[in-house]
């Protein structure tokens, strides 16, 4: 698994348009959050979902493969039996990273990923990721179960 912090800092600043497998419009699920925070940073995000036509102003796609652009993250919220399809078409679109988020992990996805050069990641969060690697936890809502108007040092 690519769970180093020197490789996901690479993974999270180099992949910058992130095709959302799974994306809900539901604004109150997890996909829509995660999304929003990503738009909010500067990433491009792309809904794969058959179910809408738009999500979060962005055009919506049935498949990864007709998406019209080159994508660099595929980002799975599905149920890990989902991802191993996924993964390979993941591979097929060129994309340089398979990251299945908590709850999500698939090892024969992630032997897919990883036998085609793709960087893969496995129950992790993208955006808690992001906001621990490049410090925005405090900002983002997350209990951390401290309660202190002091930063730990």
């Given at each position: 698994m690519s769970d180093d912090i020197p490789t996901l800092r690479r993974i999270l600043r180099t992949?910058?348009?992130?095709?959302?497998?799974?994306?809900?419009?539901?604004?109150?699920?997890?996909?829509?959050?995660?999304?929003?925070?990503?738009?909010?940073?500067?990433?491009?995000?792309?809904?794969v979902n058959p179910r809408y036509d738009h999500i979060l102003?962005?055009?919506c796609y049935a498949r990864l493969e007709d998406i019209?652009?080159?994508v660099h993250m595929v980002d799975v919220f599905r149920k890990?039996?989902?991802v191993p399809p996924i993964a390979a078409s993941a591979v097929a679109i060129g994309a340089r990273c398979l990251w299945q988020q908590l709850g999500v992990a698939n090892l024969e996805a992630d032997a897919i990923?990883?036998?085609?050069?793709?960087?893969?990641?496995?129950?992790?969060?993208?955006?808690?990721?992001h906001a621990r690697l490049?410090?925005?936890?405090?900002?983002?809502?997350?209990?951390?179960?401290?309660?202190?108007a002091r930063r730990p040092s």
């Open positions: 992949c910058k348009t992130v095709a959302m497998v799974g994306l809900s419009a539901e604004w109150h699920r997890p996909s829509n959050f995660v999304a929003k925070y990503l738009q909010s940073h500067g990433y491009r995000v792309i809904p102003g962005e055009r019209p652009e080159p890990p039996a989902d990923a990883r036998a085609a050069g793709l960087d893969s990641v496995l129950d992790r969060c993208v955006k808690i990721e490049f410090g925005g936890l405090h900002w983002v809502g997350v209990d951390t179960q401290v309660i202190s």
